[in-house]
């Protein structure tokens, strides 16, 4: 079985990390450095990313995930082809539809409900792609107005910037199907009262029904988009039962669950490398986005797949 590829997501705290970072990631072979954008909340994806793009030469480099409720077509895909130029081609685009009304509120607009950031989302996604691509994007709202947009320059180097969906919603899980590179599973659940945290959706039988939405929406497509998990956690233990339970107390969920999801890593190294098979046997996971400070355990975890592949 090939091991599956592995992202970061960080943020920079100063110049000399943040680079040291970019080149230990490309060192280490991993897929690409991604960012968070939170507009007021996390630096500007595109402008951290440009200066990873300088000291690295094949790692993939994107956001993880714009926001498109607050992200207009025609900037967005600006960024992103800058990117891609600056890169040399290694630039990739990832959305999703948003839920922290904090974001709506400080750029002066009310969050629309869900149906309004569905329809949202897909009007900022199709048309930023179609900016990438070269055409000419001419909206009409409600939710989003262009006339007559085209990116002119920069172009992407990129034939096709690789496009990844970061998001639970049933009928955008469908559309993504459809139309994704990448479908990104995060284990998401309601937002809770503060706008920004949420309960989690770790549950095996909703990943199941995410899964099944995501093929739906590929039946007929030659290739259907691969899947990733964001994982928010990751214990290397050899007590993984009490590792498993002290999470599920923090987090309200069954610690089986814990053990089972593949948003949380929690076992010695061998648990996990046997959990993340089984993560590609029932659901085909066969991506990862881990967070920067788990970066230490995550090399064990892939240094252990290595050598059981070798």
């Known amino acids: 079985m090939k091991p599956p590829a592995f992202s970061v997501q960080a943020q ?16 280490g072979g991993y897929d690409a450095l991604l960012t968070a954008d939170h507009p007021g909340a996390t630096a500007s994806p595109f402008v951290a990313l440009a200066a990873a793009a ?12 714009s926001q498109a409720g607050v992200r207009e077509p025609l900037l967005l895909a600006s960024d992103v082809a800058t990117l891609d130029l600056v890169s040399d081609g290694r630039a990739r685009l990832a959305l999703g539809a948003g839920h922290t009304p904090a974001e709506w509120d400080m750029v002066g607009e009310e969050r629309p409900d869900v149906a309004g950031r569905v329809r949202r989302f897909r009007a900022v996604a199709e048309a930023c792609r179609a900016l990438l691509a070269g055409e000419t994007v001419t909206l009409d709202g409600p939710e989003v107005r262009a006339s007559r947009a085209r990116l002119t320059a920069p172009r992407p180097v990129q034939h096709r910037v690789p496009f990844t969906f970061g998001g639970g919603n049933t009928a955008l899980l469908r559309w993504a199907g459809a139309h994704a590179d990448v479908v990104g599973l995060s284990g998401l659940g309601r937002t809770l009262p503060d706008g920004y945290m949420h309960e ?4 095996g039988a909703d990943i199941d029904r995410q899964v099944d939405l995501v093929e739906q929406g590929a039946a007929g497509r030659a290739d259907a988009p691969a899947r990733e998990a ?31 999801s593949p948003y949380a890593w929690v076992g010695t190294v061998g648990e996990i490398a046997a959990a993340l098979a089984e993560h590609e046997r029932r659901w085909g996971i066969t991506r990862y986005v881990v967070r920067e400070a788990h970066l230490d355990m995550v090399d064990q975890v892939r240094a252990h797949l290595s050598e059981a592949g070798s």
């Open 230 to 260: 964001l994982v928010q956690m990751v214990e290397v233990t050899d007590d993984a039962e009490g590792a498993a339970h002290e999470i599920a107390r923090r987090l309200d969920c069954d610690a089986a669950e814990v053990l089972a």
């Open 12 to 27: 920079p705290r100063d110049a000399a990390s943040w680079t040291a970072l970019a080149r230990r990631l490309e060192a």
């Open 200 to 203: 989690v959706r770790w549950n």
């Open 54 to 65: 300088a000291v690295t030469e094949r790692i993939g480099l994107g956001s993880y995930v």
